[in-house]
């Protein structure tokens, strides 16, 4: 019976931390703020943060700040990025849900390298079409409180 037990809980702590199944697989090592018009086609697998969502009929495209992912494939939490990039989805995808800030990492091809502005700088935003997306959780900020003590409580030496 405790063999048993044991194994279950390994089984669902294996799978607390494992990458999501859609963004798994090999892909080439392209960085969205070098990726040049050689590099249309080829499929990537990038995250970041997003900075704007945009609905354009049938299809949303979302402005993302690139991050290096992390061991599961989540955008690392750090200020370093990659570059930007505009990633498109078919259909409607809910601004509040998809909002600045949201983390997200996508696998896709990139389908064009489009001019744009980032506030007066010309810029080059590879524009990849989504296959496979995940939205991450928003992460938890924990505070930890070391040394309190109570103002009514006398210290003994």
Same mark, same amino acid.
């Given at each position: 019976?405790?063999?048993?037990?044991?194994?279950?809980?390994?089984?669902?702590?294996?799978?607390?931390?494992?990458?999501?199944?859609? &963004?798994?697989?090999?892909?080439?090592?392209?960085?969205?703020?070098?990726?040049?018009?050689?590099?249309?086609?080829?499929?990537?697998?990038?995250?970041?943060?997003?900075?704007?969502?945009?609905?354009?009929?049938? =299809?949303?495209? $979302?402005?993302?700040?690139? =991050?290096?992912?992390?061991?599961?494939?989540?955008?690392?939490?750090?200020?370093?990025?990659?570059?930007?990039? &505009?990633?498109?989805?078919?259909? $409607?995808?809910?601004?509040?849900?998809?909002?600045?800030?949201?983390?997200?990492?996508?696998?896709?091809?990139? =389908?064009?390298?489009?001019?744009?502005?980032?506030?007066?700088?010309?810029? =080059?935003?590879?524009?990849?079409? &989504?296959?496979?997306?995940?939205?991450?959780?928003?992460?938890?900020?924990?505070?930890?409180?070391?040394?309190?003590?109570?103002?009514?409580?006398?210290?003994?030496?």
């Amino acid at each position: 019976m405790r063999l048993l037990t044991s194994l279950v809980l390994v089984v669902l702590l294996a799978s607390c931390t494992t990458v999501p199944e859609p &963004i798994q697989g090999t892909f080439p090592v392209i960085a969205p703020g070098t990726a040049q018009s050689s590099a249309i086609g080829s499929q990537v697998r990038w995250g970041g943060v997003i900075l704007g969502t945009s609905n354009l009929g049938d =299809r949303t495209c $979302f402005e993302v700040l690139s =991050r290096e992912l992390d061991k599961y494939l989540r955008p690392s939490n750090e200020d370093y990025s990659d570059g930007r990039f &505009i990633a498109c989805k078919e259909g $409607f995808q809910d601004p509040v849900v998809f909002s600045k800030g949201r983390e997200i990492t996508i696998t896709g091809a990139i =389908r064009s390298i489009r001019s744009g502005q980032v506030e007066e700088f010309s810029y =080059r935003f590879p524009l990849v079409e &989504i296959e496979n997306l995940v939205l991450w959780e928003k992460r938890r900020q924990v505070v930890v409180y070391r040394g309190f003590h109570d103002p009514w409580m006398y210290r003994y030496p």
